[in-house]
């Protein structure tokens, strides 16, 4: 099984930048998609963005769109999360997680079965 680490959270103002990376140990990485999800305190986890194996294809939550980028180096085990502009409402704990499938890409947590310890990211205004 993976074994997910995220790093790159941090504290920034709004309208920064940060970027997120999610490094996986295991042979089994470059055969499945990833997702990063997203908790805020007293809310659920949420779905952020998720990216297919090779990477041509991504998804991202309609509140992100257009400021955040997820991409993966598969060489290197890594997916990353780009994110910009952030407001504060992006604050929440960050998590990456590996999907079951290869390509098809889903944002419901269900349909993935490894996750990292997670991130802070906060975003003050």
Known sequence: QVQLVESGGGLVQA?????????????TFSSYAMGWFRQAPGKEREFVSAISFGGANTLYADSVKG?????RDNAKNTVYLLMNSLKPEDTAVYYCAQSMYSSRLYSDQTHFRSWGQGTQVTVSS
């Open 67 to 71: 400021r955040f980028t997820i991409s």
């Open 15 to 27: 309208g920064a930048s940060l970027t997120l990376s999610c490094a996986a140990s295991g042979r």
